[in-house]
């Protein structure tokens, strides 16, 4: 079993049980200690241009900016760039036009490989390659996304593919463990490996990985169990439970058989360190996972930054205190977090000490439901600040009304990472919707102040058939005038 290295200094209330209260294959062992850097500054606003509505200003805007994309990241003001471009010839003469010069691009693994591992559509992988080299070659920037999150239906067939909780529940998604299951990680290592084979991938910026349905980092969500908003971890498959069948170099659970909330495993009372234990060992098994994507890439000759798009806040530490002293039933899951195995304060730090590759995290709540929440309180909470890095792992912060944004980007800076972008895209379930949240519109309108002060070395609109759409009731104008601060 390959081990990682733990990060020296992760702040906030982590996982150290003792070594008398530890549990039979304590993880706390797996990670050796590395040097975390120091907080990061926010960039200030950089001043507007005024009273200009012509789409040639964002072109303006972006020449300087866009150079800051590769992995130093200095530049002062974000690259600008859509989610979901289809790189068609109308996607690019449009972009063009409204100096949109960066798009994120997905690939589809169930129409790359849709009958059988060894079936490629050939129709299929030659379209999407001609039109990411179209994109390069009119000098428009990609960071594709591999679409791991859209496996084909013969990968749910094989050993193990499927997740299960603690209940015995599968995800209603059909969501598929590339965790724990050998089978299924190997069918995803070979599709990423035909990626890197077929595609202009060294002209790349980035190369998105992740582990759940939306392709972000992250098991299934509490609503994916068919049984309403119950805490579900979904570690129970007989891979994760007793090693059978589990990906190479991912360990099994330090406590074979044991259930959230259970007061006892093996005849013996379980404490709260060892439930803090064994709660590193699920957050930290994504990590084995996204690693494995990023070396696999690397592997077949990838050698360009790796995008973990990542969603939410994550556990908080306090979170992560009120549950695991309550043995994980339930108590102190703020949002279906602990679950989903979502614990940033440990995993931007691990993921820095132990991938290879250039790691990029994309946040994706830019100007989501919790920065309105948060702008609204006074003082408001919603804006990054240059001593969140530190502050945010101290106890006396109230970092429960920060926005994701906010908090998720303090970690990222804690871990030396590079961070980019994204907001949520129209309100909706599935991007994370609630009644407070902004408009689309008005995620366009307030989304490049939060990437400008939160020191996004790029932000990507979500999402680009949205700008294509009149039923919208926006488009690149709007996003221009947003990027200038012309409207």
């Known amino acids: 079993m390959e081990t990682l290295r733990r990060p020296n200094d992760a702040g906030g209330e982590l996982c150290h ?16 200690p590395r040097r975390l850097v120091r907080p990061f500054s926010p960039v200030r606003h950089v001043r507007h241009v005024r009273h200009v509505r012509a789409v040639v200003v964002l072109l303006a805007v972006l020449a300087l ?17 859509v989610m979901a471009s289809g790189c068609t010839s109308s996607d690019i003469t449009a972009n ?52 791991t999150q859209y496996p084909p239906s013969w990968v749910r067939q094989l050993a193990g593919a499927t997740f299960v909780d603690q209940r015995g529940n599968t995800p209603n998604t059909g969501a598929v463990d590339t965790v724990f299951s050998a089978a299924a990680r190997g069918a995803q290592n070979d599709y990423l490996r035909r990626i890197v084979a077929k595609l202009p991938v060294s002209r790349l910026d980035g190369i998105r990985v992740g582990t759940s349905t939306a392709g972000e980092i992250g ?9 309403g908003f119950l805490q579900s971890f979904w570690a129970y498959g007989a891979d994760a439970q007793q090693g059978t069948g589990l990906a190479a170099g991912t360990p099994r659970t330090p406590m074979p058989g044991w259930i959230p909330g259970a007061r006892t495993w093996n005849g013996k009372a379980v404490t709260a360190s060892a439930v803090q234990n064994w709660f590193l060992w699920y957050e930290r098994s994504l990590v084995y996972a996204i690693k494995d994507q990023a070396d696999t890439l690397r592997t077949a000759g990838y050698t360009g930054a790796v995008h973990v798009p990542s969603p939410g806040k994550g556990v908080l530490p306090a979170d992560l205190t009120a549950a695991t002293n309550a043995l994980l039933n339930g ?12 614990y940033y304060v440990d995993q931007f730090p691990v993921l820095a000490g132990n991938v290879a590759s250039t790691v990029v995290i994309d946040l994706t709540g830019v100007d989501d439901a919790t920065a309105v929440t948060a702008r609204g309180l006074s003082p408001a909470q919603d804006m990054c600040q240059a001593t969140d890095a530190t502050t ?34 129209p309100p909706a379930a599935q991007t994370g919707g609630t009644a407070n949240s902004d408009s689309e519109a008005e995620q366009i309108r307030r989304s490049p102040g939060y990437a400008r002060g939160c020191a996004l070395a790029a932000f990507f609109l979500a999402f680009e058939d949205v ?7 926006s488009d690149r104008q709007d996003y221009v005038d947003a990027v200038t601060g012309t409207g």
């Open 467 to 473: 700008l294509d759409d009149p039923s919208s009731g």
């Open 65 to 81: 900016s866009i150079v800051g994309l590769r992995p130093a990241y200095a530049a002062t003001d974000p690259a600008w760039g």
């Open 331 to 342: 108590t102190g899951d703020r949002d279906g977090s602990l679950g989903r195995g979502l």
């Open 219 to 227: 098991f299934p969500g509490p609503n994916e169990s068919g049984t």
């Open 392 to 425: 945010s792992v101290q106890t006396a912060t109230n970092v429960a009304a920060w926005s994701n944004l906010r908090f998720a980007r303090a970690q990222v800076a804690r871990a030396g990472l590079a961070a980019v972008g994204e907001n949520p895209g």
């Open 96 to 147: 063009r036009a409204a100096g949109i010069t960066l798009v994120e691009v997905e690939a589809y693994w169930d129409r790359w490989l849709p009958t059988s591992a060894t079936a490629e559509s050939t129709d299929y992988v030659n379209d999407l390659a001609a039109r990411v080299t179209a994109c390069l070659d009119a000098g428009i920037r990609v960071v594709l996304g591999t679409g």
């Open 17 to 32: 049980p003792a070594p008398d209260e530890a549990m039979p294959g304590d993880v706390s062992v797996l990670l050796r």
